[in-house]
């Protein structure tokens, strides 16, 4: 069956230190990668986006890989400070590129302590 | 509008009654999607309109859930016969094209008591 996986346990790590979250799918192939932050009652929000024939893509202290052989996307928070703690997301497109639907990983919480 | 918008921002309905969600996505977007969120769980999707089409409606509970969007604009969200599983947010998201990023409105929080 097809899955988009996300390490449901939450990740808390210290201010400073860099935070990694992983997304993995299954019996997917999609030709995007998204990754969206969530805060408690609102909806998400669009942190960036990488192609199938793009291996890394950085924005800021955001950093996202995508390896299409293990089937999974890596996403990176360098420095990380107490206001990035939140619920990410990553999303593909199911089916056609051009016509697909998004669907959603189950997300993973971020803790930032001081 | 600026941004994505949905109405009510929260709805209590009693058991049995229909509701009617609504989403006003940003202006020249054409792709639409529904979702719904349940207390601390992910998102779940409901359907995707590209223009007022719906390719893909494989997300919708029940045949109590409908949707429609006239105008490749204006979508609204039908649920008849409320069940108290129903309780969730509902979100609505828009695209310029479906493989760009997806801006999200507030949601709407409905609780069936």
């Known amino acids: 069956s097809q899955k988009i996986e996300q390490n449901s346990e939450a990740l808390n790590i210290q201010e400073g230190k860099t935070a990694t979250l992983t997304c993995n799918y299954t019996?997917?192939?999609?030709?995007?990668l998204q990754w969206y932050r969530q805060d408690p009652g609102r909806g998400p929000v669009f942190l960036l986006l990488?192609?199938?024939?793009?291996k890394e893509k950085r924005k800021e202290r955001l950093k996202v890989t995508f390896d299409t052989t293990l089937k999974q996307s890596l996403f990176h928070i360098t420095a990380s400070q107490p206001a990035d703690s939140a619920t990410y997301l990553c999303?593909?497109?199911?089916?056609?590129?051009?016509?697909?639907?998004?669907?959603f990983g189950q997300g993973t919480t971020l803790q930032v302590k001081p | 509008g600026a941004g994505v918008s949905q109405s009510p921002s929260n709805k209590v309905t009693e058991k049995g009654k229909d509701v009617e969600l609504r989403c006003d996505p940003i202006?020249?977007?054409?792709?639409l999607y529904w979702y719904r969120q349940s207390l601390g769980q992910g998102l779940e999707f409901l359907i995707y309109?590209?223009?007022?089409?719906?390719?893909?409606k494989s997300g919708l509970p029940s045949d109590r859930f409908s949707a429609e969007r006239t105008g490749g604009s204006v979508s609204t969200l039908t649920i008849q016969r409320t069940q108290q599983e129903d309780s969730a947010v509902y979100l609505c998201?828009?695209?310029?094209?479906?493989?760009?990023?997806?801006?999200f409105g507030q949601g709407t929080r409905l609780t069936v008591v």
């Open positions: 999303a593909l497109i199911h089916g056609s590129s051009n016509t697909g639907k998004l669907i």
């Open positions: 309109f590209q223009g007022n089409s719906a390719p893909d």
């Open positions: 202006s020249g977007h054409t792709a």
């Open positions: 019996n997917y192939s999609p030709a995007y």
């Open positions: 990488i192609r199938e024939n793009e």
């Open positions: 998201a828009s695209s310029r094209e479906a493989t760009t990023e997806a801006f």
